[in-house]
């Protein structure tokens, strides 16, 4: 199977950064996109940012110009840099990889909560 861990959620003031992190693991060929999604209480499941194997990215119109993702291929990583955070930023964040390999598919990390105080 495959596993996706996420790290480095946490509280912060408004204005403040946080780093999060996820490390996929198991049985698995490649990975093709890997992403960030967002769910703050009450509403749906958002879009944060995706990057492709090749390295190309896309961000939610929100983030753009405060959140960058990164990726590292050879650890089957990818980290979601989170600059001038806002109180409206406050959403548990979800890990994505779509796998290509036995357990094909799209998986999801537990979540990591990241909370925005003003």
């Known amino acids: 199977q495959v596993q996706l861990v996420e790290s480095g959620g946490g509280s912060v003031q408004a204005g403040g950064s946080l780093r999060l992190s996820c490390a996929a693991s198991g049985r698995f060929f490649s990975i093709n996109t890997m992403g960030w999604y967002r769910q703050a209480p009450g509403k749906q499941r958002e879009l944060v940012a995706t990057?492709?194997?090749?390295?190309?990215?896309n961000y939610a119109d929100s983030m753009k110009g405060r959140f960058t993702i990164s990726r590292d291929n050879a650890k089957n990583m990818v980290s979601l840099q989170m600059n001038s955070l806002k109180p409206e930023d406050t959403a548990l964040y979800y890990c994505?990889?779509?796998?290509?390999?036995?357990?094909?598919?799209?998986?999801w990390g537990q979540g990591t909560q990241v909370t925005v105080s003003s």
């Open positions: 994505n990889a779509e796998v290509v390999g036995t357990y094909q598919g799209r998986y």
């Open positions: 990057v492709t194997s090749g390295g190309s990215t």
